[in-house]
């Protein structure tokens, strides 16, 4: 069954029981309270007989229904008369059935003895009969109660409890059918979109759900997820066009230079020696740009667990090994919190980028490189800024130094890629911060980014 069909069955269902079970004892109730007050006025007016007949001497003629006679005859009762012997002096309507014990009672000598019959059938109908002696022989009064017409009525009240119950029943099924429609119509056309999805593999359909229930959230949500792989897909995309780009201009002077190998015994020793230097350079920066590659990729998924990392200790463990890589001195200042949820390999990475970016640029190295931690910035933020004294960026490249592959006319004759402020960049965004770049006073860059962080006190500066 589908979930319309199920909530539908089950809001009928839940319904049907609430509503038998009410109905069931609304009835139960209705019928002994029904069932008690006719009992209650029979016995009073029982009671109330036989004190008058004890109180006063009486005769049968008193109860007698003919003219001239003041005897008030209950409502909703039927009297007969009896004489001392038993036999009808004055006939109820309709007449009641005598029997030994009713004659008995008659011709008792003590005035209020009772005899009660129950269930006691009169033609078609059901009585109650209760027989009254009136003392000294003289005779007794039969009062009795229809009982089969509040049956009767009970049983008209069943029959429409009956009805009610189905009505209801009936309509809650019918109105659970809407409501399950109503709530599940957003459901449908998410089930629509993930099918449309799975069929075309098309990600960019439009989720038009609306609400702010569990219902709306799972439809913001869906959306949202689909243009994060559409984001990432066309990431994706780009990122093999781009590396495609750049891969063709290292691979086609290999192939220029392999064919050239062809010719190895024509070519004197200095161009021998000069071609063999560029194969090696070119075979080094197609090994680099294909590191850079899988660096970036690696920086774009998620596939290292978030855990809680001091940012300036993974700092010391980079400006380590960035010494022993360049030789270069590079100085290192933290302060305040650098504690923060990340991926510490990416961060690493990030942080390395960035000092080897300077080292390179950087050629004159008449001053450190300063690599600076620091945390808070603004709430919950740790900021790591890399500051050198090289020749700076133009202000018109500012904007794009983080792009993929791109790099400024003066930095296109230096070896590298133009992917590793990239990486910093999807670094950066995957840890809810940002990069920035800026001309530091005096010359030279300012580059980093921040992080989302929180935690315990970093140390003081460190040199």
């Not at 957003?186 to 999805?197: D, F, G, H, K, N």
């Amino acid at each position: 069954m589908s979930l319309r069909t199920t909530f539908a069955l089950s809001f009928a269902t839940v319904t049907a029981v609430v509503t038998v079970a009410v109905g069931i004892l609304s009835y139960s109730a209705a019928a002994r309270l029904v069932r008690v007050d006719q009992q209650s006025v029979f016995d009073e007016v029982v009671q109330d007989l036989r004190v008058e007949v004890r109180e006063r001497r009486m005769d049968p003629e008193d109860f007698s229904s003919g003219p001239g006679h003041d005897f008030v005859r209950p409502a909703r009762t039927d009297v007969q008369v009896l004489g001392p012997d038993g036999h009808i002096v004055d006939p109820g309507s309709p007449g009641l059935p005598v029997v030994d014990e009713d004659r008995e009672v008659a011709g008792a000598g003590e005035a209020g003895r009772l005899a009660v019959h129950k269930d006691v059938d009169v033609g078609d109908d059901v009585y109650r009969v209760a027989t009254v002696s009136l003392g000294g022989g003289r005779g007794g009064v039969q009062v009795a109660q229809e009982f089969s017409d509040t049956e009767d009525l009970l049983r008209a009240l069943q029959q429409r409890t009956l009805l009610l119950m189905a009505a209801v029943v009936t309509g809650a099924g019918l109105f659970g059918w809407w409501l399950a429609r109503r709530i599940t119509r957003r459901l449908v056309i998410l089930t629509s979109a993930a099918e449309a999805v799975a069929r075309t593999r098309r990600l960019g359909i439009d989720v038009p759900v609306t609400g702010s229930d569990e219902v709306g959230r799972l439809g913001r949500a869906f959306d949202r997820m689909l243009g994060r792989l559409a984001q990432s897909e066309e990431d994706q995309r780009r990122l093999v066009q781009d590396a495609g780009h750049e891969l063709r201009t290292p691979l086609t002077s290999l192939r220029t230079n392999i064919s050239l190998l062809r010719r190895m015994d024509e070519l004197p020793p200095p161009a021998r020696e000069e071609l063999v230097a560029d194969l090696a350079q070119e075979a080094l920066e197609l090994t680099e740009l294909v590191n850079e590659l899988v660096d970036l990729a690696a920086g774009q998924s998620d596939a290292e667990p978030v855990q809680r990392v001091d940012v300036a200790e993974l700092a010391e463990d980079v400006v380590g090994l960035v010494r022993r890589r360049t030789g270069r001195r590079i100085v290192l200042r933290t302060c305040g919190d650098t504690t923060a949820e990340g991926r510490p390999g990416m961060l690493a990475r990030a942080m390395s980028n960035l000092v080897e970016n300077a080292a390179k640029f950087d050629r004159r190295g008449t001053e450190p490189i300063e690599l600076a931690v620091a945390g808070p910035a603004r709430p919950g933020t740790i900021r790591v800024e890399v500051l050198d004294r090289g020749p700076g960026i133009e202000d018109a490249d500012l904007m794009r130094v983080f792009d993929r592959f791109y790099r400024a006319a003066d930095a296109r004759s230096l070896p590298g890629s133009g992917l590793g402020l990239s990486i910093v960049r999807e670094v950066a965004l995957a840890h809810g911060g940002e990069p920035f770049a800026r001309r530091r006073e005096g010359g030279g860059m300012v580059i980093g980014f921040t992080v989302g962080g929180g935690g315990r006190s970093g140390e003081g500066p460190v040199g």
